[in-house]
């Protein structure tokens, strides 16, 4: 019996999922999570041969559940799904202990190549983020300042490029604008920019927005 958990906040697409993988795999049973919390809570219940999570879910990112259930589960591989560029996440999934990235414009059969491969043990990326992995790699110290920044570093620069206010993401975030503004200004310090307008603009020319 293959075990399959899709963590989506949206029920159509998990419907669809569901139909996708159906006719891939002959005897399959399927867990649904439509939050951060309910997520954590399936992984930390039972194993999964594969947990398929999207990287955007009411309550936490996708990498703050990632990392969450890397620690729950080392060895159960994690295929993450988004509607944001391979630019915007990708590399950062990748390192943080994703199996691979796909975003959903993705065509159903790369999905179940997706899923085959790393239920493997293996690991799946499209060509394009292979060569941006290679390339990171050979250059070391010289990666692009956004990528010494952390997982939550990254999504208030990501937010603050977005045209969002301090305080409408210290609401959505659940913290104080206090500290939106402490991340603030530890983006401005790692990368060395000096305003909003510097941030926006070097958000929007690394694509790290749409």
């Known amino acids: ?30 867990g ?7 997520a954590i809570d399936r992984v930390r219940q039972r194993d999964w041969d594969i947990v398929i999570l999207d990287i955007s879910m009411p309550g936490k990112t996708g990498l703050e ?28 999934a990748i390192r943080a202990g994703a199996a691979g990235y796909l975003t959903k414009e993705s065509v159903p059969e790369e999905l179940k ?21 290679a390339t990171d790699l050979g250059r070391g110290a010289g990666a692009p300042p956004h990528e010494r920044l952390s997982d939550r570093e990254f999504q208030v620069l990501r937010m603050i490029a977005s045209g969002v206010t301090v305080k409408n993401i210290a609401d959505q975030l659940g913290v104080s604008v206090k500290t939106i503004s402490t991340y603030r200004a530890r983006v401005l310090l790692k990368t060395g920019l000096r305003s909003t307008a510097d941030l926006v603009r070097y958000a929007v020319q690394n694509g790290l927005v749409a």
């Open 1 to 30: 019996m293959t075990k399959i958990l899709i963590a989506d906040d949206h029920a159509i697409f998990r419907n669809g999922l569901k139909e996708t993988l159906r006719g891939e795999f002959s005897n399959v049973t399927f």
């Open 65 to 92: 559940i990632l990392h969450e259930m890397k620690v729950l589960r080392p060895r159960t591989p994690v295929l993450i799904l988004s509607m944001y560029p391979e630019e915007q996440f990708a590399r950062r």
């Open 32 to 38: 649904e999570a439509r939050t951060a919390e309910e």
């Open 113 to 133: 190549e997706a899923v085959r491969k790393t239920m493997k043990g293996g690991r799946y990326v499209s060509v394009s983020l292979a060569e941006r992995l």
